[in-house]
């Protein structure tokens, strides 16, 4: 099974770990409670940004991530 986690250091890595899960349980909330599709759209841009904003260690899980998402459509 393969992993998305990186171990070379990115900025969330500096991040305390209860942020990180504090802002998740937060977000995947919203999520659900979204009902607008501009909405989505503009946490789905939000999302490609923060992981843009990761660098090259997360770009090359892209291909991994891209077969999750068309095995999950």
Known sequence: MRS??????TWMHA?????????LSVCGTLLVLVEAPVHLAIACAVVLLIFTSLG???WRRVRMLLGVAIAGA
Request: charged share 10%; net charge neutral.
């Open 4 to 9: 998305l986690y990186s171990e070379q250091p």
């Open 15 to 23: 991040m305390a770990a209860w942020v990180k899960l504090a802002v």
């Open 56 to 58: 090259a260690p997360a």
